[in-house]
């Protein structure tokens, strides 16, 4: 594995040590591979590593595409370590397939539902959440854990941005709550009191913490659907960010609970719907490719990992998605 000069250059100005940065390329390249022939995805893809993809925007993984008249050049990028995180976000090997696979999976799905109109994928991704759920149920079914993973790291960065010192049953815990709103599953969960809970255990309004998590409040999100259907519960982004900066000010004793279950209720507010609808959503939302390489194993060992888990019900939570996942397998 070589370091392009670009990639180089980028290195000496992040501060970043060649050889560690050689080393972590290498893995995403390894789990590059592993994705595109567990797809059967035929179609080269670039992998580059671009720290200003974070300075400018957070992110810490981005795709572009780039259309010639010699053809479409597909690169996949990723943006640490750099000078604001000094470390790779997504260290865990299965974390990496996860997210090159929710990368991949946007391609399938814009494909399907939007015939590559980047205009339409544009509106989408700039107003909903919906787009993102797609893409992370559909990265969850190939690799369960790999997800769980993603977002725990998704959280510890947000943590270390904020310097906010979560244990970790904490960070898993919020973790599965983020996940199950970013694959659109139910939450039985009371999402306010879970918050109030961990703000009182740190003795800290949470401000910080949600300010800094690079992605919206999934916690909040509303179901999946597809976009064929009405959606049940919050997906416009705008509105996420609303209720977040509300759930602030009732963790600062600002807004009382029924007051803030006012404001959630204005927006549509909603965790939870009929697992008939869900299953009914899925269907229409995966796509064969994905499905045949996705397999009950991997489903098995997020379940078991799921049960070091302590809060019950948010537990349950978790297996019950994968319980409905395993019913496509």
Not at 9 to 27: C, H, M, N, Q
Not at 149 to 161: D, E, F, R
Not at 164 to 188: D, F, K, P, S, V
Not at 258 to 276: I, N, P, S, V
């Amino acid at each position: 594995m070589v370091l392009s000069i670009s990639e180089r250059a980028a290195a000496a100005v992040e501060g970043v040590d060649e050889r560690i940065l050689t080393k972590i390329k290498s893995s995403w390249e390894n789990a590059l591979n592993q994705v595109l022939r567990d797809f059967n995805f035929k179609r080269e893809i670039y992998l580059e590593y671009n720290p200003l993809i974070w300075h400018v925007s957070k992110y810490p993984i981005g795709i572009r595409i780039y259309r010639s008249i010699a053809g479409t050049i597909t690169v996949i990028e990723f943006s640490t370590p750099n000078k604001k995180i000094p470390f790779d976000i997504f260290s865990n090997s299965k974390s990496k397939k996860a997210v090159i696979a929710h990368e991949i999976a946007h391609m399938l799905d814009d494909k399907k539902w939007h015939a590559m109109n980047y205009k339409k994928i544009a509106y989408e991704a700039q107003h909903y959440i919906t787009r993102e759920q797609r893409a992370e149920l559909l990265a969850f079914f190939y690799e369960p854990l790999g997800i769980i993973h993603s977002n725990k790291s998704l959280i510890k960065v947000a943590s270390y941005i904020s310097e906010t010192e979560l244990e970790n049953q904490q960070i898993l815990a919020y973790a599965i709550l983020e996940l199950l709103g970013r694959i659109g599953m139910n939450r039985t969960i009371n999402v306010p009191l879970f918050f109030k809970k961990m703000s009182e255990d740190q003795g800290d309004d949470l401000s910080r913490l949600f300010r800094s998590h690079i992605t919206y409040p999934y916690s909040l999100a509303g179901l999946l659907a597809s976009p064929e259907d009405e959606p049940t519960g919050i997906v416009k982004a705008s509105d996420l960010i609303i209720c977040r900066e509300k759930l602030i000010d009732y963790l600062k004793n600002q807004l009382s609970l029924q007051e803030l279950g006012k404001e959630f209720k204005k927006r549509g507010y909603a965790t939870k719907t009929d697992k008939k609808k869900l299953t009914e959503a899925m269907k229409k939302i995966l796509i064969p490719r994905i499905l045949n390489a996705s397999n009950t194993k991997r489903m098995k060992d997020a379940k078991n990992y799921i049960q070091k888990l302590r809060l019950i019900r948010l537990k349950n939570d978790m297996i019950e998605a994968i319980k409905l996942c395993e019913k496509f397998l």
